[in-house]
């Protein structure tokens, strides 16, 4: 992501590791690597809203996020799953609004991972970029480690979204030398309230 925002040429949906990842083995999960308008915060729906006071997250219809097999029998797991979710949601309803400091997006972020969002966020921001089109959340896998952190993993599919300067109308896509499909991995941890705030997230483009 550092090198998209340097060439300036189209910056990619991908978001950029915050914190920096955990290069502990336990951390890892088998296989893992096989697979313009504002947002505002209203209807929610995954459901979430109101627990712990979470905040609802609404995006426009120009920018759609499809999540695929986002379900697990393990209610502890399932709520990873789901904070999981609304964390990227919440990066990305940033954008479209254009506010790096956003309050959802420092709810769903422990300090050091809202700072490296924030950064992110305001790379769009300061160019006066937004998302538009759609993009695929697929293949996620889920567990709990020994320290009691959540693991999560997930694969982005990017070819159908693309950035729009707000200035110029411009809409560019997924440069054809990247692959459009990023993996996300990221470790989560419980507050007292029972929310699953990111605490750290990297990304491997190719590797789903």
């Keep these: 992501m550092t090198a998209a925002l340097a060439a300036s040429a189209a910056l990619l ?16 999960i088998e296989g893992a690597g096989g697979g313009g308008a504002k947002a505002s915060a209203s209807a929610d729906p995954s459901g979430e ?24 029998s393990d209610p502890k797991l399932q709520a990873i799953l789901d904070d999981g979710k609304e964390a990227l949601r919440a990066d990305h309803a940033a954008i479209i609004e254009g506010d790096p400091d956003a309050s ?14 924030k950064k992110w966020i ?20 889920v567990r709990i480690n ?26 560019v896509g997924t440069p054809k030398d990247q692959n459009p499909r990023v993996q996300y991995q990221t470790r989560l941890d419980r507050t007292k309230d029972g ?3 990111t605490s750290s997230s990297t990304t491997k483009r190719g590797g789903c």
Excluded: H
Excluded at 122 to 141: H, M, N, W, Y
């Design 104 to 117: 959802y997006v420092k709810f769903y972020n422990n300090p050091t991972s809202e700072a490296s969002s």
């Design 146 to 171: 020994s320290t009691g952190s959540g693991i999560l993993f997930y694969c982005m599919d990017e070819s159908k979204g693309s950035t729009k300067n707000l200035k110029t109308k411009e809409v």
């Design 195 to 197: 929310v699953w705030k």
């Design 49 to 72: 809203a109101g627990k712990a006071g979470r905040p609802a997250i609404k995006l426009p219809s120009s920018f759609k996020m499809e999540f695929v097999g986002w379900t697990n």
């Design 122 to 141: 305001k790379g769009f921001v300061d160019k006066d970029l937004t998302l538009v089109g759609e993009a695929r959340i697929s293949k996620p896998q």
């Design 13 to 28: 949906l991908t978001a950029c590791g915050s914190g920096g990842g955990d290069d502990d083995s336990s951390d890892k």
